[in-house]
């Protein structure tokens, strides 16, 4: 049994100062935001299923760039997170097209946007019908292939956590 409030204070008792991407909100300290840095990683928890039911819970969990490409081994995360990273190109040019206008990740944004020059990962465990798709590709990022590819999502996990996941970097 995993206690979801331990393994909350041990998290924020280790982000007091930021470390290796990780970071608190302020004052509530409900919204975990993790970036993972360029060397490889994982998030720095003392108990991940108890990070699992802490979100569940109904904290918040906001993963950017990299954040599903943490874990590989940990099941209950990469069903949290909606996919896994299996690799990306080289750094291209992309039009992401905006999925949700009216969510607040993208409202700032038009009917596309253009990313100058981004790594765009490809995913295994991917499953966009679990998932609110928010922005993506119409076309493959290294050979302009017609398709549908996923560049940034939400879901709902839990007691309504709805978390943005896999936010480019551009």
Known sequence: HHDPDHAAAELIRGCERPQRGLRMSRPQKRLLRWRRPAVQVDLPLP???GFIDWIAAGHAFVGMHSATDTFHGFRPYIEMIGGEFVRHGPQVCVECINEDSKHPANVHLGKSWTIPQEEIYQFK?????RVHELLV???HPENNNAGRFPVSWCRDFGQGARSPHEIPSG
Not at 125 to 129: G, L
């Open 47 to 49: 108990d991940p299923q």
């Open 125 to 129: 465990n991917y499953d966009a019908s």
């Open 137 to 139: 590709l119409e076309k």
